[in-house]
């Protein structure tokens, strides 16, 4: 016969696996495929450093991104993240620039 304690146990450890306690964002990415045709317009460099960005040789704050890519948009975004930057600081500017109309994301590098 199993002791009652040992089925609470079983229950708490079954309910502990199977629940979710955090809630994970997506972020959507689009991928290049092969054979599409080659865009005419240049597409923007986005730089992302450690502790700075620059939009295409200009340094900007993650603040004033936003407007700057709406004003040219439609635009293709690349995202360049350098060496040392942070997973959390390409998602947090990812997150920023996500939903802004007009302007798709592709991120390069590694």
């Known amino acids: 016969m199993t002791s009652l304690i040992d089925v609470i146990f079983l229950l708490l450890l079954f309910f502990m696996l199977s629940s979710t306690f ?26 992302l450093l ?14 004033g991104v936003p407007a700057a890519l709406l004003a ?20 947090d500017v990812l997150g920023e620039l996500r939903d802004l109309p007009g302007v798709t994301l ?3 590098g590694g």
């Open 22 to 47: 955090t809630r994970f964002g997506d972020l959507p990415l689009t991928t290049t495929s092969g054979g599409a045709a080659a865009s005419t317009d240049a597409p923007t460099f986005l730089r």
């Open 72 to 91: 040219r948009a439609p635009v293709l975004v690349i995202v360049a993240p350098t060496e040392g930057v942070t997973s959390q600081r390409l998602v």
């Open 50 to 63: 450690p502790d700075s960005l620059t939009l295409d040789t200009a340094p900007l704050d993650l603040a």
């Open 106 to 108: 592709r991120v390069i």
